[in-house]
């Protein structure tokens, strides 16, 4: 592929940027929003990233990646893959990069979450496809404003 493939959704929340940062990496809260899934990460750079959930009664890591950047109340940036989806090999190669990008005014926080590139990864447009048609992360976003809102 010759295009770049990112998937990139903004929600604007009625919430100081320190409640929604929060939100993000707080385990408590993720199990929220992430389907049932909480964070396990010293949140260091370089450091793994687990999001890890029940599912059929099985407690297994739905997600896996490494923190690449981490300014409170402003930037998230990790790698992420599915350890459990056979047709992906586990390489770094085959990782997308998640980022969230907080921007407060006037006590909301405006959040962006990109991810990509698809186009450098394994299936990477069928990967693409299937996040588009779940609507990427707008479903999510949603559950993060409604929770903040609170």
């Known amino acids: 592929m010759d295009n770049e493939l990112y998937i990139r959704n903004t929600i604007t929340i009625d919430a100081p940027a320190q409640r929604v940062w929060d939100i993000l990496v707080n385990p408590r ?8 899934c909480e964070t396990v ?3 260091k750079v370089g450091s793994e990233l687990l999001w890890r959930g029940v599912f059929d009664g099985v407690e297994l890591v739905a997600v896996k990646g490494h923190v690449l ?17 056979p047709a992906i090999p ?14 407060e005014k006037n006590g909301s926080t405006e959040l962006t979450i990109t991810q990509g590139d698809y186009s450098k990864v ?15 992360w707008s479903s999510i976003l949603e559950q993060i404003k409604q929770i903040a809102e609170e």
């Not at 809260?29 to 049932?36: I, N, P």
């Not at 586990?90 to 990008?101: A, G, K, R, S």
């Open 29 to 36: 809260q993720t199990k929220k929003y992430m389907f049932g």
């Open 41 to 43: 990460s010293d949140w």
């Open 69 to 85: 950047a981490f300014h409170p109340e402003k930037m998230l940036a990790y790698t992420t893959i599915d350890p459990n989806n």
């Open 90 to 103: 586990d390489l770094p190669e085959n990782y997308t990069t998640v980022t969230y990008h907080l921007t």
């Open 122 to 136: 394994a299936d990477g447009e069928s990967r693409y496809k299937d996040s588009l048609a779940g609507g990427g």
